[in-house]
């Protein structure tokens, strides 16, 4: 359905097995808190052993922790069961603000210290008991006004440790409204063939069709190239911000930008082999980008962008369906969509679990002025998306919303 991509230093991806912590109950359960970067070199075997996500693999932990900016320094609380370590929490104590409003619209800034535990924080055994010692662990540091609160990022919604976050702290330190979404990922068959045919009779002859009049209204001058070698960044810096500027996630300050911290960002995944960026031109010039890491045998989608002249032709999901195709043939076993609801998630997705976003306070001013302030807030927002989502505004007040960043 699609042009051949261009690959550069192209060979089969080799799915790596994860090992799993030992599950055995039994020994005393202590836990430490690592507060320095030298520190973690002490528990880099079993780190490595256990990481399954990009974001908290230790070597992108260790770079990402000294770019300074708000991050003041690493919280990783390691749970040692009999003498050994059995789980992990990975974590950081940033200082900057925390953004509050509804929807894309943010209404107030307050500066806060929080402890941030990363998506895919936690790390061997995740059975209740080391949960629970890790959420007592964050809530002594909050007691001692190492933060001003915590919050960890899109925990399993039916996970033993959310249920120590939602309910071990106290009325005054606990998450009212907690912000729970689902996540998307596709899971991969062994050929394209089967992965089309996964795909609904409607959806197939969509993606024909559009992708006929892509190739039709640009006499075939179509195409995508995979840029993934420290050679290509430059081409990758120029062309992928060409697309990212016109973008409505430019708008709103996320996606792609070409930042110093970007570039080393890049460099480092391209050096491990992690870095997959897809770039679609017509006539060669590029209309879409889709940014992603191949992790342990799976693609994280990271950000994506279309230029909106070229909307009629879907091209991201041109995009999307040649990003498929090449990840079949390097042999990756599942495409993570990464967070956030979306029809092509839907669509193309075949596997999805619920995510939640939950903080507990700190008895500091800050913490509970943070909570106060927060909570209200959040309620409305919520309220607020269910009613317009009951009445199939939502996704045209979005499409509006998205329109107009756009033109920012």
Known sequence: MNPSIENVGLEPATPIAIPSANLAPGGKVTTRVIRTLSEIEDIRPSWESWQYHPNADIDF????????????????????????????????????????????????????????????????????ENTEAMVSSVRDALREYEADAAVFNFVGLDSALYSHVLRSPGWAARDYCPTVQTHWSMKLPGTVEEVYRGLSGDHRSEIRRKAKKLTGDYAGNIRVRCLRETADLDLLFRDVEEVARKTYQRGLGVGFVDTTEMRQRLQLEAEKGWLRTYILYAANLPCAFWMGTVYRGKFYSDCLGYDPSYEKYSPGTFLLNAMIED?????????????????????????????????????????????????????????????LDRTNLLPKIKKLWRNRLRQL
């Open 327 to 387: 990840s079949c043939r390097e042999g990756i076993e599942q495409v993570d969509f990464g967070l956030g609801d979306a029809r092509y998630k839907q669509r193309f997705g075949n596997c999805s679990w619920q995510e939640v976003t939950a903080y507990i306070y700190g008895p500091s001013w800050r913490g509970l002025r943070v909570n106060a302030l927060r909570t209200p807030a959040a309620f409305l927002d919520r309220l607020t998306k269910q009613a």
């Open 61 to 128: 932990y260790l770079w990402f922790s000294r770019q300074g900016r708000e991050i003041l320094r690493p919280h990783v609380i390691v749970v040692y069961r009999g003498g050994y370590p059995d789980a992990m929490l990975i974590g950081r104590v940033i200082d900057g603000t925390m953004a509050l409003g509804l929807g894309y619209k943010k209404l107030w800034k307050p500066r806060v210290r929080l402890l941030n535990f990363v998506y895919g924080a936690l790390l061997g055994n995740a059975c209740s």
